[in-house]
């Protein structure tokens, strides 16, 4: 029987080998050009252009399980058991849950934390909308009602061959119109995909189980995920239309990459586990229902299943491409990898040993009581039987955690002496060790002590980490591990989550400087004094615009040059003139020729002269300003 199984396990591997070989023998053929993809007999694969370097480890037998296994001895639960045990480890990333959570609220508008969804290429959309704006006002010809005209498109036309100052207002009017436009045409779009991301999916139809997850406890869920194993994996919930439903976090820990192997996954030992012998009809009722692996045969020959979720041992589920999104953040290519990442705690093996070894030693030190190394010396010449009863009750006094600190009393003899053979480790030592393990910790997690409670001495220092040093100290630790954090779950969620709701849409996190209100009322009250209108500022609020501020910038020169020169105030002071023109043409002759002269000749130097209606197109100007 022995004989057999090896040779059928043999007969496995090298069918293996042999699928292999001829895979890259083809994809050797086909980059030097001897073998015509369109001729190939296997359309599927005459899409794929296949490469010739070994990418996995050429060990078949990690393979023959149905999964891809990483060859490492620190298996997935030893490294939960460090980020639970091991007290620095789970303060660290406790603290980065608590940092990432921080920006799981949707933010429309403002500098808070958050996340933020807008269109793709942004500054594209605009200009398609001005481009349409300028195409169909070149198209619609311009209505006019008592030589007024009544569209805006015609206002646009009208002023292509003004100015430039002229050509500059009407460029800020196209667009500020093609920004509201697009507002209008998204906002809808955005606010439902926030929505969805906020709730993990449509909060109908879905399983009690899916239901406790939303978008603040599933980057909590990953962000352990992400520095324990170095994995996290989404599932992807369809309806029945083939649209996404909902997605909720996987255990990282038991998702494997699945292998050509898996074929055969009904003839894996543990496929027919839990069979009740006595009761087999127990099992072939269950045989129908989800707790029972049962695969599609045309996926499996097509090689779709990609992920399987591995639990005791056993493959329990097998997941395509589209039904398990992975992402991975350190990756490498050691091939004995398998495609897997490299965690921190498979770097921190070491230290972490040495950092419970420690705190257990200085544990026991209050549990265990007396345990220094060396010598009772009794003076006195002492019978065998004599000795070992002395032996005994040392020991039985000493040792043990319920005898801490018990001395013991001995009676009869000389002199009793004790020689210690090493020196009791002093309390700076432990404290420069401890303080060592906790740096190189935090180091390898790019994390700053200060930011999980640890403030320690520069060195060469004589103060601490404190004042001015400390911000600038956490913003730093911020760059190194936070920052990179969030754009790792940013482009995760972009590319497995948000592009199978909506593609046009991107998802990114704001407010990652952390900027205060205090701080945020001061910006903005600089900017509105020399860069930013009124409007600008109340749109970053969410707040509504007002009307007549959407040129209105508060500063004194500003306000100067706006009153004189721009295109409201000149056309406002010309209006005056008309008005004025035509009231004094219409006003009754006077009875005095001397007084009509007169009136003549001041008419007459106010058209004529210049000068003299300067101070008149001013003063008209600033009311047309106060009253706009």
């Known amino acids: 029987m022995l004989d057999k199984k090896t040779n059928l396990f043999q007969k496995v591997v090298e069918m293996g080998e042999t699928f292999i070989d001829a895979q890259i023998h083809k994809s050797r053929k086909i980059l030097e050009g001897e073998l015509d993809l369109q001729k190939s007999k296997d359309t599927e694969e005459s899409d794929f252009i296949f490469y010739k370097a ?29 980020a639970l045990k091991d007290s620095m480890v789970a303060s660290i990333i406790q603290t980065r849950q608590n940092q990432v959570s921080n920006f799981s609220s949707f933010i429309p508008s403002g500098y808070e934390k958050g996340f933020k969804i807008s269109v793709k290429n942004e500054a594209e959309v605009l200009e398609k909308i001005k481009q349409e704006l300028l195409e169909e006002s070149q198209k619609k010809p311009p209505k006019e ?10 206002e646009l036309k009208e002023t292509q061959d003004k100015s430039d100052d002229s050509q ?101 030992p543990g496929s027919q586990t839990n069979i009740d012998l006595l009761y087999p009809d127990k099992y072939l009722d269950k045989i129908n229902e989800r707790d029972i692996l049962k695969l599609d045969e045309t996926l499996l020959e097509e090689e779709a299943y990609k992920y399987v979720q591995v639990i005791n041992g056993r493959i329990e589920r097998a997941f395509t491409e589209d039904e398990l999104k992975i992402g991975i953040y350190n990756l490498s290519t050691d091939i004995y990898n398998n495609g897997y990442g490299i965690c921190e705690l498979e770097l921190l093996v070491g230290l972490i040993s040495s950092h419970l070894n420690t705190e257990y030693y200085n544990k026991a030190y209050f549990t265990q009581g007396f345990s220094a190394k060396g010598i009772l ?19 039985h006094m000493i040792k043990g955690s319920k005898n801490s600190f018990q001395t013991p009393i001995f009676a009869g003899m000389d002199e009793v002496k004790w020689i210690p053979l090493t020196q009791n480790h002093s309390d700076i030592e432990f404290q420069g060790w401890m303080n060592y393990l906790i740096k190189i910790i935090c180091s390898i997690y790019q994390i700053d002590p200060q930011e999980i409670g640890f403030g320690f001495k520069e060195e060469g220092a004589k103060g601490g980490l404190s004042g001015d040093n400390t911000a600038q100290k956490l913003n730093q630790s911020k760059d190194k591990g936070l920052y990179p954090l969030l754009k790792f779950l940013e482009s995760y969620v972009n590319c497995n989550v948000l592009q199978y709701l909506d593609s046009d849409l991107e998802f990114y996190f704001v407010g990652l400087d952390g900027e205060s209100r205090e701080f945020a009322l001061e910006r903005q009250e600089k900017e509105v004094s020399f860069k930013k209108t009124l409007n600008e500022i109340r749109e970053e609020d969410g707040l509504p615009p007002l009307p007549g501020a959407d040129d209105l910038i508060l500063n004194p020169v500003y306000l100067q040059w706006y009153s004189q020169f721009s295109e409201k105030a000149e056309e406002k002071a010309r209006e005056q003139q008309k008005n004025q023109e035509a009231v004094m043409a219409q006003s009754p002759e006077s009875s005095s020729e001397e007084g009509t002269q007169q009136g003549e000749d001041e008419e007459s130097d106010i058209i004529d002269d210049p000068i003299d209606i300067e101070p008149i197109e001013k003063s008209v100007k600033i009311e047309y300003y106060k009253l706009s």
């Open 54 to 82: 070994v990418t996995e480890d050429p060990n078949y037998k990690i393979h023959s399980q149905g999964y891809k296994e990483k060859a490492t001895r620190i298996t997935p639960n030893f490294l939960k058991q460090m």
């Open 145 to 154: 009602e008592n030589g007024i005209e009544l569209n805006e498109e015609a």
């Open 168 to 268: 500059e207002v009407i460029n800020w009017e196209l667009e500020r119109r093609a920004k509201t436009i697009y507002q209008e045409r998204y906002r809808t779009r955005i606010e439902k995909a926030a929505q969805f991301i906020m709730n993990c999916g449509e909060s109908e139809n879905r399983p009690f189980e899916t239901k406790k997850w939303n978008f603040n406890s599933y980057l909590r869920a990953v962000v352990r995920d992400r520095l324990t194993y170095d994995l996290i994996a989404t599932e992807l919930v369809p309806d029945q239309a083939n649209r996404l439903h909902h997605f909720f976090p996987v255990d990282a820990s038991t998702v494997k990459y699945a292998s050509t192997s898996l074929k055969k996954y009904n003839s894996f």
């Open 377 to 395: 010396h009794l003076k006195a010449p002492l019978p065998r039987r004599k000795i070992e009863s002395i032996r005994q009750q040392w020991h």
